[in-house]
């Protein structure tokens, strides 16, 4: 039986901190399939740059991904449900309820676990770790 | 006997682009080993805003990636003669004369081909196909 996991998120530019949350996530299972938000449904903080074909190609081809695919417009369950995950991973800093999560799965008839990513311990100086700092350098060198 | 291929470039904020320019390099060979420009060696264009082991991490988590290095800091074909490839890849707009290439490879003693990337068609719209783009639309969004 094949395990497959699902992560998600935004991944706007590109960083290691993304490439460390994939590879935790991969690490859950045997297969990994990566929910990239639509630009239209990120409310929670500044749109994305980079547009949602462009942001699902990079994570296509990262190394851990086996498959990427644009978020569901209006329910973020429904390619849960139809991915049918063993595993969802959400990142260390993601702000999700694990809890109520796991509940909305429950109540849609998903029997899938929920765990949390590890941080990614700096490894180096001067290391941009979020597409948000990567942003404001951009801003502060090039304006 | 397994075929070397070397890439090379500064890879700063990643694109598909970047992508492509590697799988068409992958696709010489069977290994692809990266050379990474130091930031205090690109002098024919802005520097990085990335930091050098940020961009050697983020080209050794693509898929077509084999290993990722740094550049040398003096002599960029000091690591060419220790890699010893069978084929050097140039990106499709590296400014880079394949001859001049060859002839430096052939006063060293180093036996290998010099092959052009592909450019890449454009896939989707809106896609943003080099770094400077990439900063330039973050410059207009979040300024």
């Given at each position: 039986m094949v395990r497959t996991v699902v992560a998600q998120g935004?991944?706007?530019?590109?960083?290691p901190g993304h490439v460390h949350y994939l590879r935790d996530a991969a690490a859950m299972g045997d297969e990994l399939v990566v929910i990239v938000a639509r630009g239209e449904n990120v409310?929670?903080?500044?749109?994305?740059?980079?547009?949602n074909s462009q942001r699902v190609a990079m994570i296509e081809a990262?190394?851990?991904?086996d498959r990427a695919i644009l978020g569901h417009p209006d329910d973020i369950f429904a390619p849960i449900k139809e991915l049918d995950p063993d595993v969802i991973a959400l990142g260390?800093?993601?702000?999700?309820?694990e809890d109520a999560i796991q509940s909305e799965l429950h109540r849609r008839g998903i029997d899938c676990a929920v765990n949390r990513a590890s941080a990614r311990e700096p490894e180096?100086?001067?290391?941009?770790?979020s597409t948000g700092l990567i942003i404001d350098r951009i801003l502060e060198e090039r304006r």
């Open positions: 935004t991944f706007d530019i590109l960083h409310t929670h903080k500044q749109p994305p740059i980079l547009p990262l190394e851990p991904v260390h800093d993601q702000h999700h309820d180096f100086e001067g290391e941009l770790l």
